[in-house]
């Protein structure tokens, strides 16, 4: 990725963290009709109200006019902010509370916003939602467009007011008062639209952990990931994040992640203080100048001899986080060394360099070489993969996106054989308990050994010599 490209995503990051309500490419982004004025209207929207008409055969972006009929950056800003702080509920500062070694947040009102997407024109409100957010069964999503839980932000294309010449806009014509519609069964998504669901909002507990700092400076803070805690707020995360939680501790600040750690994984992050030093570190990982070193316990008996995994990866099935190694994948190469075998237990602690930066590239390895984590839910499932595990490969795509598709809920899935082998437990279950504010099913807290998974980032060191930081080593990588 070019390093100018970085910078942007990097920048975005940091308007986001940083407490703003609105997404950066809102304000960058000179082709989106999507932001929203004050003067709103609020409607029924019934299939009536929505146009049918098919996107672009190409799918092609018109780009935008320039001159007096031009939408000036600044008005989109403004058109933004006035509406969407009438329809979004901003979240609460956090109340982490702690117990059962868990880190709580307890249930609070918010809103997920997004725009539509060019595949879900023409599609109900009702069928994207049980297409692209499966978290929730049909009877919730039906409960909550029949109560007005849902609504469509929608520029109103009637009243397209002409530009005011002045300073302030530039001459360029004004945008269109956005409308709230409420959103019914029928419901049809159009280009431009902004879907809008407001929900009494749950989310899982984590390990109550601390981030560890292995290292600060006026550039760069090196943090310890505890396993199980996701980076960034997506899906049922929102305050339970690295991000949220240095935040909170730092009085509002927080840092801006340089490289990736997967959830489930434990171990060296690099956050930024700056964008220009979250730049400069993405800048090193682009050119491959860091040597990184993690440590996994794996199923089995691993060789003890080295072995290099070149295989390519390629992403199968992106939204259920499946990658499988496929001659038409991204390059990827990975170095495995034994560093002791348990017999009575029958697992290895394996020392793992990736030369590359693949998703979940290292549990993609290890399972091709016959070897998976021993509690990756993915990776290392019987019920999805088979008595071989997907070793060398086995097993047709399709059949194995359709069993993941059964298992459950993309990673969160139900793991119950392999936490059985090991441990006796079962994974975070339904509890049979509901809220009694919003009538959500609940689930049973997760077990320790639910939190996370055998992977840990060790050490990350420049090739130049000039810096080098290491942890030590997880429990389960040194008990007998």
């Known amino acids: 990725m070019h390093p100018k490209i970085n910078l942007l995503i990097t920048l975005r990051e940091f308007v986001r963290i940083s407490g703003r309500k609105y997404a950066m490419d809102t304000i960058l982004s000179e082709l989106s009709p999507m932001a929203t004025s004050s003067e709103e209207k609020v409607l029924e929207l019934g299939p009536s109200s929505a146009s049918t008409s098919p996107p672009s055969e190409r799918g092609e972006r018109q780009p935008a006019r320039r001159g007096k009929e031009s939408v000036s950056m600044g008005a989109l800003k403004e058109d933004v902010a006035k509406a969407s702080s009438k329809i979004v509920n901003p ?40 297409t692209e957010f499966r978290d929730r069964p049909v009877e919730y999503y039906k409960s909550a467009i029949e109560k007005g839980s849902i609504k469509i932000l929608r520029r109103d294309k009637t009243a397209i007011r002409p530009g005011v010449k002045g300073r302030r806009n530039n001459g360029a014509a004004q945008l269109a008062p956005m409308q709230t519609l409420v959103a019914s069964l029928d419901s049809k998504l159009e280009n431009g639209d902004m879907l809008v669901h407001t929900l009494h909002r749950h989310e899982p507990p984590v390990a109550a952990k601390a981030i560890e700092t292995v290292f600060e400076d006026d550039r760069l803070i090196v943090i310890n990931k505890p396993a199980g805690v996701p980076v960034h707020p997506a899906g049922r995360y929102n305050f339970n994040t690295v991000i949220e939680v240095m935040k909170h501790d730092r009085d509002g600040h927080a840092p801006l992640p340089c490289n990736r750690l997967d959830r489930l994984t434990s171990g060296l992050m690099f956050m930024a203080k700056t964008p220009e030093a979250a730049n400069d570190f993405m800048g090193q990982l682009q050119t491959r100048t860091i040597r990184k070193q993690y440590v996994a316990r794996v199923k089995g008996e691993f060789p003890s001899e080295e072995i290099t995994c070149d295989q390519p990866i390629l992403s199968v099935a992106p939204k259920l986080g499946l990658n499988r190694v496929r001659a038409s994948g991204k390059t990827a190469k990975t170095m495995f060394r034994r560093l002791k075998y348990n017999p009575g237990k029958n697992y290895s602690i394996v020392e793992c360099h990736p030369f590359t930066g693949r998703t979940h590239q290292i549990r993609v390895h290890l399972q091709f070489l016959g070897h998976p984590i021993t509690n990756d839910p993915i990776y290392c499932n019987r019920n ?12 047709d795509d399709e059949d194995i996106i359709e069993r993941l598709n059964r298992v459950g809920r993309e990673e969160e899935i139900r793991y119950d054989e392999i936490i059985e082998d090991y441990e006796g437990r079962k994974a975070e279950k339904l509890s049979g308990k509901r809220c009694e504010v919003c009538d959500t099913p609940l689930f049973s807290d997760p077990g320790r050994h639910e ?12 090739e130049d010599g000039q810096w080098g930081y290491e942890t030590e080593l997880p429990e389960w990588a040194t008990e007998d």
């Open 91 to 130: 979240p609460p500062v956090p109340q982490y509370t702690f117990e059962d070694g868990l880190r709580r947040v307890p249930p609070y009102q918010f809103s997920y916003n997004t725009y539509c997407k060019e595949r879900w024109r023409g599609k109900s409100v009702l069928e994207v939602f049980l």
């Open 384 to 395: 999805v993969w088979g008595p071989a595990l997907g070793k060398g490969g086995e097993g």
């Open 451 to 462: 939190l996370g998974i055998y992977l840990h980032a060790k050490r990350y060191e420049c």
